[in-house]
């Protein structure tokens, strides 16, 4: 299988000067790295529980830098709306988590039961994730943004036991809900203020009453410690389901993809609905003991290069959507803003666009490593890290630890298998669907009540991540686009990403969605939506000027035979483009679930 052109290799790999980075020396080999690092040795550098028993996310992340004498560092620092900053010590959040695991203990939440949170990014959300793994619990994170129904499904799905949330958050999306939750035990509010509202608890007066809890309950490396819903970019989101040992990955690929020092002041923008915002945003930066930047706003260009310059962040993770957007402001906002403390810029969510790295370091100075994980994977596992050069388009290569191949697959989608193993696809270029060998420790241990569909995601000894890609000579994978999304045109299979890609090169465009539309003759026709840069208008010359600069770049088969204006495109909560929902309503099909669809600020719950 191939598609119509060679397009990635028309970017030059930049490479660096690693002398710059204050990259570990043992990374500096990709190679020789791969070849010695085993998870047990990653685990063996984690301290595990007091006593040698049992591993608990919460203290790795935290009370283990207290224990060696470090719990004076700065762990977390607010952005407040008004700029204000909010410091957070190790100690102090060692103590704030203790008393939230007190709090659950004395209100009878065991082991197992889950927590969920549906809250901005507020002091009580961390206090709450670490106390709840303090606990022994499980927790699972809701984007503050839902709507009532998919917050009510989700802690249906969940068998949510305690939920903590603002009083505002609570009268909106779950009090008119809440008589269809019978398991939901326990609400907190984070800003009850002495007055909490019926049939909810006053988290501040426990939390106040509380004594850090001094034994953290002892869990073992398998036992179960967050539920993270997918993105639902393909369909109803699934809950996967992750464990303890998942620390041990946040660890390794803390270090290798996002190269954290405990000097570090490191900055993810990634709601924590999300596991991104979870994973990254919490867990790994703080096993690593950095100072973690939390801005408690929204993505803004002018606010956001403040952050960077004022708080001298060193490692910035984002989203190709938020890049996108820094683009799109223009490159006079950059200027003027001292952004010398920042080593790199890490992405992940979307595929990473050519011009977007380009950019970075045309405008930034700096270069943007592309990252490629999934809620299931719980962590990162091919990345352009900061020892590789980078390959502009490529997501990289997998990480020490991470086995990766392409499946074959047949004209139905299915992996091709021989013997009970999969079939690899090896030469560079052809198409395959991107695989992981089981056995890393923070991969999903199954979809939350929905075991045939976990099954499903295994074939032939490899787990089937539903992406595809292709992989070059030297390792490097290039994203293809989603299964579901890949579309086949007169013979050809197009990936959207590349064709999306190519669109962007052109000067007027800031955006672009690509999909297939049935057609008679070939099958499918690539159709593209696409978002203007500010400046320009819509009209048919500029249409067909697009048409004409991707058929000369890409070749009259893969480049877009049709082409749409549109003001925006539909996303994701979490910033992916919804191609799914761009195909529906051009066919006129049920939109399907659009429970974590953006929606424009004047529709918002
Ligand atoms: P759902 O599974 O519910 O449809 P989702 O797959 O979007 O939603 P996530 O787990 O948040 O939910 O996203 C993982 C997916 O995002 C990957 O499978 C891939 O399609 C895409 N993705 C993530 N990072 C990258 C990247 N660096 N390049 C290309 N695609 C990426
Ligand atoms: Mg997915």
Redesign the pocket.
């Known amino acids: 299988m191939r598609t119509g052109t060679a397009g990635p290799t028309r970017w030059p790999t930049i490479t660096k000067d690693t002398g710059s980075f204050a990259v570990r020396p043992n990374l500096a080999d990709y190679e020789a790295t791969r070849r010695t690092f085993s998870w047990d040795q990653a685990r063996n550098e984690l301290s595990g529980l007091p006593g040698g028993q049992g591993l608990n996310m919460a203290y790795e992340a935290v009370d283990r830098h207290v224990v060696r004498g470090q719990g004076g560092r700065e762990a977390l620092r607010f952005i407040r709306a008004d700029s204000g900053v909010q410091s957070l010590t190790y100690l102090e959040l060692a103590g704030q988590s203790g008393k939230f695991a007190t709090v659950l203990r004395e209100l009878g939440i065991r082991r197992g039961e889950r927590v969920f949170s549906l809250l901005g990014r507020c002091p009580d959300l961390y206090a709450a994730v670490l106390g709840t793994f303090k606990n022994g619990s499980v927790f699972c994170p809701l984007f503050s943004a839902f709507g009532p129904e998919p917050v009510r499904q989700r802690l249906h799905l969940g068998a949510a036991r305690v939920l903590v949330t603002t009083r505002a958050l609570y009268r909106k999306k779950v009090a008119p809900l809440r008589d269809s939750l019978p398991d939901l035990h326990v609400v907190l509010l984070v800003d009850a203020d002495g007055t909490p509202e019926p049939e909810t608890l006053d988290l501040a007066e426990l939390m106040a009453a509380a004594v850090p809890l001094r034994d953290i309950e002892v869990t073992r490396p398998d036992d179960m410690a967050l539920l993270h819903f997918?993105?639902?970019?393909?369909?109803t989101?699934?809950g996967a389901v992750h464990v303890h040992d998942a620390v041990t990955a946040h660890y390794a690929t803390g270090r290798f993809a996002l190269d954290l020092h405990p000097d570090d002041i490191y900055w993810c923008t990634a709601d924590p609905g999300?596991?991104t915002g979870m994973s990254y945003g919490i867990i790994a930066p703080l096993v690593h003991g950095v100072t973690v930047v939390v801005d408690e706003e929204e993505l803004d260009a002018e606010r956001w290069y403040r952050i960077l310059a004022e708080q001298r962040v060193t490692v910035w993770y984002t989203a190709p959507t938020a890049l996108r957007m820094l683009m799109k402001a223009g490159p006079d906002k950059a200027a003027g803003h001292d952004l010398s403390a920042l080593r790199f810029v890490a992405?992940?969510?979307?595929?990473?666009n050519p011009e977007v790295v380009m950019w970075g370091q045309d405008v930034l100075g700096l270069p943007v490593h592309?990252?490629?994980?999934?809620?299931?994977t719980g962590g990162i596992m091919i990345a352009n890290y900061p020892a590789m050069p980078i390959r502009p388009g490529s997501?990289g290569r997998p990480l020490p630890g991470i086995e990766a191949g392409l499946v074959a697959r047949d004209a139905d989608g299915k992996p091709l298998l021989r013997d009970g193993e999969a079939l690899l696809v090896n030469d560079p270029d052809s198409i395959g669907e991107l695989a992981l060998r089981p056995g890393w420790p923070s991969m999903f241990r199954g979809y939350l009540n929905e075991e045939e569909r976990y099954r499903r995601c295994f074939a032939g000894g490899w787990y089937l991540?539903?992406?595809l890609a292709r992989r070059d000579a030297d390792g490097y994978y290039w994203?293809v686009g989603?299964g579901d999304d890949v579309i086949k045109s007169s013979g050809h299979l197009i990936g959207p990403?590349e064709v999306e890609s190519c669109l962007m090169e052109h000067p007027a465009v800031a955006e672009a969605g690509v999909i297939g539309v049935p057609d008679p003759v070939a099958g499918q026709l690539v159709k593209a939506f696409v978002e203007l840069r500010q400046g320009y208008g819509q009209s048919e010359e500029l249409r067909l000027d697009i048409i004409g600069f991707a058929r000369k770049r890409l070749g009259a088969a893969v480049a877009p035979r049709l082409l749409d204006f549109t003001p925006s495109l539909p996303r994701?909560r979490?910033g992916?483009i919804l191609r799914r929902l761009l195909k529906s309503r051009e066919l006129g099909l049920p939109e399907g679930d659009l429970s974590t669809l953006e929606q424009a600020p004047e529709q918002r719950p």
């Open positions: 997918t993105s639902g970019t393909t369909g989101p699934k999300w596991v992405s992940v969510g979307e595929p990473l592309d990252n490629w994980w999934q809620t299931e997501m991540t539903g992406d994203f989603r990403f994701t979490s992916k």
